[in-house]
């Protein structure tokens, strides 16, 4: 079976787990995973970090077939490259929230399964609480009064660190903008299996700005 960010993830007791492109559903949409998941026998379902749901413990034969019936698509959940968007409410739903941090994601999704240099964690929380922890993704937007602020070089893993600001008081689509130009310059020229923040460390911030922003 061919490896992709798409591909079904091997669990401990030799069943495979997927994970689902839906971040936002209905109690439709709910009933009728649920309903399927039943008829394939599958048990289990959890949700990533970024808010997608697993469904776990299912025959990698029949993963096309029960997408089909339950209406759902596989999210990138492995591999290099762009993994799903994670999103806040923003202000569409939360009291707090400055800006709208689903249009945003939405803006963003076109990225998601694109293949990089290594994995790419992409947050967006409308406001400075930071539910979704944007200063510790490679690329985060958080939303103030003024626009979004993109944060780079963040990391939550084995070495973690805070990211940098890059740019601030950004509407949606300059915030889209900047993302692309990110992604874009350090899909050029980082190297296999350098994460943003090390690639950004290598080449000096200076260098790093100039190749994004101009």
Known sequence: MAKSMTSPIKQRDGSYA????????????????AEVMEEFGVKLVKFTESQRMVIVGIDPEKIEEFCEKAGVKPAPATGRGVRSVKFCPGKALCTLGLQDAIAMAEKLAKFEGMELP?????????????????????????????????????????????????????????????????????????????????????????????????
């Open 18 to 33: 997927i994970v689902l492109e839906k971040a936002i559903t209905s109690p439709e949409e709910l009933k009728k995973i």
């Open 118 to 214: 290594d994995k790419m964690k992409i947050a967006v929380s409308g406001c400075p609480n930071s539910c979704t922890e944007p200063a510790v993704r490679d690329i985060g937007l958080m939303g103030k009064k003024d626009g979004f602020t993109v944060y780079v070089g963040g990391s939550a893993g084995r070495k973690p660190r805070i990211g940098r600001v890059l740019a601030e008081g950004l509407s949606m689509d300059e915030a889209a903008e900047i993302v692309e130009k990110i992604i874009d310059f350090y899909r050029k020229n980082a190297k296999k299996g350098q994460r943003l923040g090390e690639f950004i460390d290598e080449i000096g911030w200076d260098e790093f700005e100039v190749g994004v922003l101009g």
